[in-house]
């Protein structure tokens, strides 16, 4: 399993598109990091806590990047005996790595830039910006998980780039939110209930990657329903995922 991990970000890092998407995300990086840095390294910090969504935006164009061209090799690895599971959670993995990577430069280059080169402001605020930016990334990560694993699995089950990608966006933020509008109705919810809120969360998991959540839950509790929503989502995906792929035929 680790040497086919290893191959697929091998194949990913002789693609050209990876560099330049790479290069496009540290521009946006540099951008973004000169543009809120103009209070300080706390500014900065409390930023980067926000950006949280950018991983449930970005999850399809990483994923693509190792699934990509994926169903026109898979006869050829079958061939040669590679398991379907192996294949299936190879490129998972993969990917994830590969997020997690570029996540660490992205998010580790802005922090560690800024806070060399920037001023920290009063003692203990600079360490306290700091910890947001873990308990963000914290919460973020099974997030992230669940929305790579469904994005891994659509690409594995669709041939076409453009309708997996595009369905993506529209579940998320068409499908999801008219759930959420006709549960509110079926149940005669119009408030911010805890109960309600969690349902929010577990049908638009990118919900809890937002700003506004963040603010009402930078709690354990939070916590909680990050990784319950994101472990379940993985679960979920990854058991639909390789119950349709090991029965699909592979031309």
């Not at 959540?213 to 990854?238: F, I, K, M, P």
Request: charged letters at 10%.
């Amino acid at each position: 399993m680790l040497n086919y991990i290893k191959a697929e970000l091998w194949k990913v890092s002789r693609r050209q598109v990876f560099y330049i998407l790479l290069a496009l995300l540290v521009l946006c990086t540099a951008v973004f990091t000169g543009t809120s840095s103009l209070k300080g390294f706390p500014s900065l910090a409390a930023a980067v806590s926000n950006t949280m969504i950018t991983g449930f935006l970005a999850a399809p164009l990483l994923v693509q990047l190792v699934d990509g061209g994926g169903a026109d090799t898979l006869k050829n690895e079958l061939s040669f005996g590679l398991s379907r599971g192996r294949i299936y959670w190879g490129k998972l993995c993969a990917s994830l790595l590969l997020g997690a990577g570029i996540c660490a430069l992205l998010v580790g280059g802005s922090l560690l830039a800024g806070w060399l080169l920037l001023p920290h402001g009063a003692e203990g605020e600079a360490a306290w910006a700091l910890n947001v930016v873990g308990f963000c990334l914290l919460g973020a990560l099974p997030v992230w998980c669940g929305l790579f694993a469904m994005c891994h699995t659509l690409a594995l089950l669709v041939r076409s780039t453009a309708a997996w990608v595009a369905g993506y966006y529209l579940t998320f933020f068409v499908g999801q939110p008219i759930l959420v509008f006709l549960a509110m109705l079926l149940f005669n919810v119009y408030e911010a209930t805890e109960t309600f809120s969690l349902v929010t969360a577990i049908l638009m998991p990118y919900s809890l990657l937002m700003p506004a959540v963040l603010e009402d839950w930078l709690t354990s509790q939070y916590q909680l329903w990050c990784w319950g929503v994101g472990l379940g989502w993985l679960t979920a995906a990854t058991g639909v995922g390789m119950l349709i792929f090991t029965r699909k035929n592979v031309r």
